[in-house]
């Protein structure tokens, strides 16, 4: 009984931690933008799809193709950002939700014309391979999607505190009027964030694209797994974000080996809930008094 429930952790956090990152790009582009990116999940199956094709075609090992994929979803977002976002974002600001919401549709559309709406699945030689920890057993594409995620997200978090872009963008997100007084170009920075924030979810789009078969249209579905977990670890809030991807990971896992396969999907949605009646502000998020302008 012990074993069977930490089996279930143990999987749970593997995955939980590729959710963590591909939530951490959703959770920076609102904590400078404050606005959710409607078009994320969308995003993130174009990246899975991306990386099929280069596995598909060179042969290029899957997880690998991350540093091809990566920094190719990183200037999609820049120039996203740069020329349909950012002209309309001052002006109105319901433009910068209902923009990415139908960006979203143009994209899926656009896979749907380009891959066909048949499902696809990434499967390299060792996608059914797994090692033993003991009475474990461990996937071994989970793992080094572990290994990946973790990696990916320490460069995040160093990206941010090292740099001086990365303070800049923390200082926009903080009190974008300040940092505007003390020099830096807000919308710069807002453009560089979001192109981050769209590569971070691209490589966790590459990694969940070798774990799961997915269609144009499973972006929607992970899209409401993504703002559970924003909204779960506090919105805008990096380090909720990526314990609440972890906690998530963990609930679905149990869901699914005590409950039963067909009730994960609802495991989200009930988080939100409960987030929502319970703790508004999220895990590590802080709650603002709303008496004072």
Do not use: C, K
């Not at 014309?113 to 059914?128: K, L, Q």
């Amino acid at each position: 009984m012990l074993t069977a429930l930490t089996q279930a952790v143990v999987l749970g956090l593997l995955i939980g931690s590729t959710y963590a990152l591909a939530g951490a790009g959703l959770s920076l582009i609102y904590g400078v933008m404050q606005v959710i990116n409607f078009a994320h999940g969308a995003l993130l199956i174009l990246a899975a799809f991306l990386t099929y094709s280069v596995w598909d075609r060179t042969g290029l090992d899957p997880l690998v193709a991350l540093v091809v994929t990566t920094p190719l979803m990183f200037g999609l977002g820049w120039l996203l950002y740069a020329t349909v976002i950012r002209p309309v974002r001052a002006d109105y600001v319901g433009a910068a939700i209902l923009l990415p919401f139908g960006l979203g549709l143009l994209i899926e559309a656009g896979m749907g014309f380009a891959w066909g709406n048949n499902a696809r699945s990434i499967r390299p030689a060792y996608a059914d391979e797994s090692f033993h920890l003991g009475p474990l057993f461990v996937p071994f594409v989970q793992a080094v999607g572990l290994v990946l995620a973790l990696v990916l997200l320490t460069a995040l978090v160093a990206f941010l505190r090292r740099t001086w872009t990365g303070r800049a963008i923390r200082a926009s997100a903080a009190n974008p009027q300040g940092a505007a007084l003390v020099g830096i170009n807000v919308g710069a920075i807002a453009s560089v964030a979001f192109a981050t924030g769209v590569a971070a979810t691209a490589a966790g789009g590459s990694i969940i694209g070798v774990l799961y078969p997915f269609v144009p249209g499973s972006g929607t579905a992970w899209l409401a797994r993504l703002l559970a977990i924003v909204v779960l670890g506090g919105m805008g809030n990096l380090a909720g974000t990526v314990l609440a991807g972890l906690a998530l990971g963990v609930a679905e896992s149990l869901t699914s080996h005590y409950i039963g396969v067909d009730w994960t999907t609802s495991v989200p949605y009930l988080a939100v809930f409960a987030v929502l009646l319970l703790r508004p502000q999220g895990l590590l998020g802080t709650r603002l008094r709303q008496d004072v302008p």
